[in-house]
């Protein structure tokens, strides 16, 4: 059974950091492009990151140059690191695995999910 456990969320001030991490039980790890997705209350869930098996990278142009997203498939661990944060970044931060070779945007090309962990940046 595919588990993705995320953690690292919590309440940071605007222009602070934080790094989500997310562990993966998916087999084999390097073939899964794995993203990182969220969702702010009465919003639908949005894109954020992704990064393939080979290490290729898409963000979302709200993150771009904000954000890095990283894996480690020795520790089957993708990680989200998040810097110069704002109170717009709020919401509950979701990890995901597509087995695939190419990332994508869309929520519904992934086929397992985490259950989130809450980003709160304040003001």
């Known amino acids: 059974q595919v588990q993705l456990v995320e953690s690292g969320g919590g309440l940071v001030q605007a222009g602070g950091s934080l790094r989500l991490s997310c562990a993966a039980s998916?087999?084999?790890?390097?073939?899964?492009?794995m993203g990182w997705f969220r969702q702010a209350p009465g919003k639908e869930r949005e894109f954020v990151a992704a990064i393939s098996g080979g290490g290729i990278t898409r963000y979302a142009d709200s993150v771009k140059g904000r954000f890095t997203i990283s894996r480690d498939n020795a520790k089957n661990t993708v990680y989200l690191e998040m810097n110069s944060l704002k109170p717009e970044d709020t919401a509950v931060y979701f990890c995901a695995a597509r087995r695939h070779t190419n990332t994508s945007p869309r929520p519904e090309s992934y086929d397992s999910w985490g259950q989130g962990t809450q980003v709160t940046v304040s003001s």
């Open positions: 998916v087999s084999p790890f390097s073939s899964h492009v």
